[in-house]
Every structure is written in C-alpha cells, then in structure tokens.
C-alpha cells in the first residue's frame, strides 16, 4: 500500500520552522516549511520507522581549524544535530536507518566570508562521522531557498527563492550552556 | 600520572569532540558507545571517571549507572552525566541511581574541566 497514494495536499498542514528549531514528527498530514539563506536544513527520515525530522542552523564562522571558533562550530553543530536525532529516536527511528538531505548554505552577500560553505561542510562532516547517508543536497549558489519537507514520508522540495532573505545572525543553538551540578 | 576517563555516547562525533576537550586538558580518554560496550571496556581498564549521555540503544546512562553502583568493584568510580536533558526528574533519577554530577550539553570546556578536577580530588 502506499501512503503516498493518499495525500491530499490542500489538506496538509504547514508548519514553519524557524532558525534553531529542531523538530520531528510521524504525523501524515504534516509538512514542515522554511527559508534559508546561509543557513543550512539538515532533514532525517527513517523510512522503516516513517518519521522524519528538520533543523535549521546558522554556526558561526570559524577561523582556522584549530582555533577555539573551529571548536565553536563544532560544538553547536553537534548539539544542533543531537537534538535533530533524539527528537527522531523518541518517535521511534533508529540511527542506522536515518537518511539525511541537505540544503541551504548560500552566499548571501559579498565580503562577510563564506559562511554558508562552512555550514555545509560541517553538515557533511557530521552525517560523514555518524555514518548517516546523504541521498540528497541542493546547497550552495547565491539564492535563498524555501525547503518543504514531508516528515511521515521522507519527501522534501527545494525552490530557489527570488529577494532579500533577512539574514539571521549566527546564535549558538540553545541555552543552558555546559551549566555542571556536583550531586 | 595522567587521569583516564572512559567517556560514553552513541554519537562519534560527540565522542570525538569530547576526546579533543579532555586531551587538551592533559586526560588520557577511552570510548565506549553505549553501556553494554562501556561495561565490556570496564572489564579490563581502571578509569579514574565515567563521563556518560543518558540516551543510548542497548543500554542507557540509567542502566549504567545503576550497573556500576550494583555492586563488584565499581562502586565508588565517580561518574558524571553528560546529556541533553534538562528535567529535574531525570537529574533526580541519576543522583538517586547515584551519578555524581549532571553537566547540559552543548558542555562548556572550562566548566567541564572544573567539574572533573573537583570531582577527581
């Protein structure tokens, strides 16, 4: 049977994520929506398990690989991604069937440094480690992109987008940050 | 003599990031991916520290925490949970299980290193 067969997409619902959003979901009527510039949207699907997952991030720019920036993009990246994954794991998926997409990372604007390269580096360099496929990517160029992705279904849909996309400022993924308490 | 840790996530990259803190503060660093494997590491090596995620397939933090403190020589090892989570009820589950301490990712290097040199001495 397919489910596809039975999608009525004027009965869908949208939902729009938003820069350090990390969501996922089994529902069938769903399809998450956001816009990128710089950004990049890491979307998950567990095919077998049929969730489905996005975030949508914006690290920092790092200086030279061994700096403490280097480390910077790291760290949020990682927790970005963690958050991504444990939101799949609790609906069920599992991290030998997740299948990745990758999209966003543009060029916005001249001279700020190539940070939406960066972050799509770090993207593949996280799926890379994790062993995490990556069946599809529309990344890069110099146009924002509105992604709509399919959670249940592992379906996603990425348009190049015409004007201005309000360029986010790069925000470590979420607080609290590294807080230690001693039992 | 350098400290050793043995750190415990089923995320590589998490344990590699990880690794790269602990190295840099002059630790010696051994992984496990879950805690069925972290008990099977423990087998032969004498760590001075757990540092271990909650979320892991096969065996959670919960589970190992608990195996540790059940008994055998374990017992008094100190372990430091290193997890995503924030509830109280999941912090009051690990100290009741008997973790030592409870460190929020994304963790911060400074506050890490502070943490296991209090807990340590």
Known sequence: MSLLSSI?????RRVTIAQGDSVASRDLDLIYTTVLGSCVAVCLHDSAARVGGINHFLLADPAPINGESGQLLNRYGIHAMELLINEMIKRGAARERLRARVYGGGSMRQGLGD???QNIAFARRFLA???????????GGTSARRVEFMPAYGRARCKSIQGMVAEQQPVPVSAPCGDVELF | MAKKILTVDDSPSMRMLLKSALLEQ?????EAEDGVDALEKLDGAEPDLVITDINMPRMDGFGLITALRDGRVRSSLPILVLTTEASDEKKARARNAGATGWIVKPFDRDKLGAAIRRVLH
């Open chain 2, 26 to 30: 002059g630790f010696e660093v051994f």
């Open chain 1, 129 to 139: 480690n994790e062993g995490i496929p990556i069946l599809g990517e529309d990344v």
């Open chain 1, 115 to 117: 940070i939406g390269t």
């Open chain 1, 8 to 12: 009525q997409p004027d009965q869908m």
